[in-house]
């Protein structure tokens, strides 16, 4: 589709967006791999007053953040790991783009909600908790923590496409489990909410 087919399919629903006071949001994949495209998209919208979000990684190329600022209210930035090595072994990526976009969305006065997904055993030790919060509550563009309790459901499409499996085996945290982590996130001074 183009840019102009999107935006004509969404204003479609604009009585919907206007009652919910609620907007668009472009995720993926990854779209900012796409930033043009993002960009146009939204002009598109903003004209006719509607709100504008990017669920990104943030694993991106600045160039992607600086094209799509203007037209983009808020930015939902995946951080998966506090730490590069380990990251890099979960994604295939190392985090040093995402810390550095981050720091670029405060200087271009952005807002942004940080998803941490809590996979038990892998990010959710004291050294993690401690690497992330302390971190995070030095970029002031972050306004919201979003803690989201890990699920494997995805590893039955993985078998069903005949894919490698690359989840973590690791249980789903209990409801407690993430009150507990939400408690020390916000201990650090940050809004977070599961």
Same mark, same amino acid.
């Given at each position: ?57 943030? !694993? @991106?190329?600045?160039?992607?953040? %600086?094209? $799509?600022?203007?037209?983009? &209210? ?7 790991? +506090? ?13 040093? !783009? @995402?810390?550095?976009?981050?720091? %670029?969305? $405060?200087?271009?006065?952005? &807002? ?7 996979? +038990? ?74």
């Amino acid at each position: 589709m183009t840019a102009e087919e999107v935006a004509e399919a969404v204003l479609q629903g604009k009585p919907f967006y206007e009652a919910s006071v609620g907007g668009v949001t472009l995720s993926g994949g990854e779209p900012l791999l796409y930033p043009d495209f993002c960009a146009d998209v939204f002009t598109r919208l903003k004209a006719y007053g509607i709100g504008t979000a990017i669920d990104t990684s943030a !694993a @991106v190329g600045r160039r992607a953040f %600086l094209v $799509t600022a203007p037209v983009t &209210d808020l930015y939902l930035v995946d951080v998966k790991h +506090p730490f590069s090595d380990a990251h890099r072994a979960l994604t295939g990526f190392g985090n040093e !783009a @995402v810390w550095e976009n981050l720091s %670029l969305l $405060t200087e271009l006065s952005k &807002d942004v909600e940080i998803r941490i997904p809590i996979i +038990p055993g892998v990010n959710d030790g004291d050294a993690e908790i401690r690497a992330a919060a302390g971190r995070l509550r030095e970029i002031p563009a972050v306004k919201r923590v979003r803690l989201l309790p890990y699920r494997d459901l995805a590893r039955s499409k993985y078998e069903a496409l005949g894919m490698q499996d690359t989840m973590p085996h690791a249980a789903t945290p209990t409801p407690e489990e993430m009150e507990a982590h939400r408690i020390r996130f916000a201990s650090y001074g940050l809004e977070t909410v599961v």
